[in-house]
């Protein structure tokens, strides 16, 4: 990578960080090569960071040198600070996962470094992709500024459960157990899966172009409204009676082009190999869809408020009359065992009587009769649930603010 590539990089990327209730402040770092590594200024808002913002250094100069040189499998590094982030770190002993996403992306459990120096970061981030930095924020480390950026997200969501899970009623850990499994799960579900760069077009119509198209737009938008991030979420749509057409696994949502979207058998959940892979959780999309023949699409958000109640395993009850009639309640799954039959049936079950679920220690589920719709309710419902536990207000006590 060039300084030119580099600098296209982060300005690309800082947009990442748009939220829609949380600022997050810090920087970005990006190893340039082996000599050099371009940061932007400390403590900007990220996502207004812009060319200028951004300075070439010598691989010998400061902390983040060090860390560059030690670690040659570390291209992107950031450090991103927000109110909760920095009340959480400032008196926590680790972060555990109440998320199968903290588990798998980042580590089984996250350290705190007690300050920014090279040999404090280094260690707390043995065996991790990410930690927390005492009374002060997340740092993530990757070789990609996908995984770096969603490092930082999945941290700052399981932060919030831990700052507003009280507020309902108490977050449920994973086990020891149930993090280790799931950290090697996602190591060999998602490692290298979907990487060429370039796949044929399958026997597509001019009207599945078209759905191919608006699944595509959708994804955008959802990831503009902060409800996907990096490659994580996923929807499909119902393309004829015995078909659906999904969002494949671990692609970038900035990356899909029409011919990524994979066409799968919604009974015999076969799927043209010559296709991408599809989401990992295209077995659930199909149970759907057999289990409810009048729903055509499905969205399965990544969201920060509803992802608190998914870490304490509860639902909420929709109190607008009309709305309540039109979705049902936000009920809560059963907390099983991921990628078993057990699992699907247990969202089944949950999705009986309501248009919504939330899965136990994972997340949101949206179905309904088209794609704008089901959009709209993960759009609407994400924002009942933060006003619920309080996301637009501060908190820092009166004396701390």
Not at 271 to 293: C, G, M, T, W
Not at 324 to 339: F, N
Request: glycine share 4%; proline share 3%; net charge negative.
């Amino acid at each position: 990578m060039n300084e030119l590539q580099a600098r296209e990089l982060i300005v690309k990327y800082a947009s990442d960080f748009t939220d829609r209730y949380t600022k997050a402040y810090g920087s970005i770092i990006v190893r340039v090569d082996n000599g050099t590594y371009l940061m932007s200024r400390p403590v900007l808002v990220l996502d207004t960071i812009k060319d200028s913002d951004l300075q070439l250094y010598d691989m010998s100069s400061g902390d983040v040198g060090k860390i560059l040189s030690t670690r040659r499998d570390i291209n992107i590094m950031i450090f991103a600070c927000t109110e909760p982030a920095a009340l959480f770190s400032k008196d926590a002993d680790s972060l555990k996962p109440a998320l199968y996403d903290l588990a798998g992306i980042v580590g089984t459990d996250i350290k705190i470094a007690e300050d920014t120096t090279s040999k404090a970061l280094l260690a707390a981030l043995k065996n991790r992709a990410g930690c927390l930095v005492r009374g002060k924020g997340i740092f993530s480390a990757s070789d990609n500024m996908k995984d770096a950026i969603s490092i930082i997200k999945i941290i700052e969501k399981s932060i919030e459960a831990e700052m507003y899970g009280d507020k309902i009623s108490g977050i449920k850990y994973l086990t020891d157990e149930e993090a280790l499994r799931t950290r090697q799960m996602h190591n060999h579900l998602y490692s290298n899966v979907n990487s060429e760069k370039h796949v044929d077009f399958v026997n597509i119509s001019t009207d599945e172009l078209d759905i191919r198209n608006n699944m595509i737009d959708c994804t955008n938008t959802l990831k503009d409204l902060g409800l996907f991030h990096g490659s994580w979420g996923n929807l499909s749509v119902r393309l004829n009676d015995h078909e659906m057409l999904i969002t494949p696994s671990a692609m970038e949502y900035n990356n899909i082009r029409t011919e990524d979207i994979v066409k799968v058998d919604i009974n015999t959940l076969a799927f043209n190999p010559i296709q991408r892979v599809p989401s990992s959780e295209f077995d659930l999309h199909a149970a759907i869809y057999r289990a409810h023949p009048d729903w055509n699409a499905i969205v399965r958000t990544h969201s920060h408020g509803l992802s608190v109640f998914a870490a304490a395993q509860v639902g909420f009850k929709i109190t607008d009359p009309a709305l309540h009639q039109l979705l049902g309640d936000v009920s809560a799954s059963e907390h099983v065992e991921p990628h078993t039959p057990e699992f699907i049936d247990s969202i089944l079950k949950e999705l009986e009587h309501n248009n919504i679920c939330v899965i136990a220690n994972r997340g949101p589920i949206f179905c309904a009769t088209s794609l704008e719709n089901a959009a709209i309710m993960a759009d609407t419902i994400e924002d009942t649930a933060c006003n619920r536990l309080g996301y637009n207000e501060s908190l820092l006590k009166p004396e701390e603010n």
